[in-house]
């Protein structure tokens, strides 16, 4: 059974970092994408980064420059790093897992099949 759980969420002021952490476990896909998203309230959950198994990665616009995913293979750890953090970055922050690489997910949450818990972020102006 997958398992995904968040963690690392917590309050900033913008300009400030911070790093969130997903311990994965109980799938061993030939193919996956590994996901990042996000979503603030009254808003639909949207996707922030994805990365494949071979590292290929894909940002959303809005953080691009600014975040970095990656991925610790041998601690199946997903990570994201956030820095020059904004207001508008506060949200609920999951992370999700597929069996199939990236691309064929469109990256659209509703493709993604497994999901964490969540993490809140917050930043303040």
């Known amino acids: 059974q997958v398992h995904l759980e968040e963690s690392g969420g917590g309050s900033v002021q913008a300009g400030g970092s911070l790093r969130l952490s997903c311990a994965a476990s109980?799938?061993?896909?030939?193919?996956?994408?590994l996901g990042w998203f996000r979503q603030a309230p009254g808003k639909e959950r949207e996707g922030v980064a994805a990365?494949?198994?071979?590292?290929?990665?894909n940002y959303a616009g809005s953080v691009k420059g600014r975040f970095t995913v990656s991925h610790d293979n041998a601690k199946n750890t997903l990570f994201l790093q956030m820095n020059s953090l904004k207001p508008e970055d506060t949200a609920m922050y999951y992370c999700?897992?597929?069996?199939?690489?990236?691309?064929?997910?469109?990256?659209?949450?509703?493709?993604?099949?497994?999901w964490g818990q969540g993490t809140q972020v917050t930043v303040s102006s």
């Open positions: 999700a897992v597929e069996e199939r690489p990236c691309y064929q997910t469109g990256y659209e949450a509703n493709e993604f099949g497994d």
């Open positions: 109980g799938y061993n896909y030939r193919h996956y994408c």
């Open positions: 990365i494949d198994r071979d590292g290929t990665t």
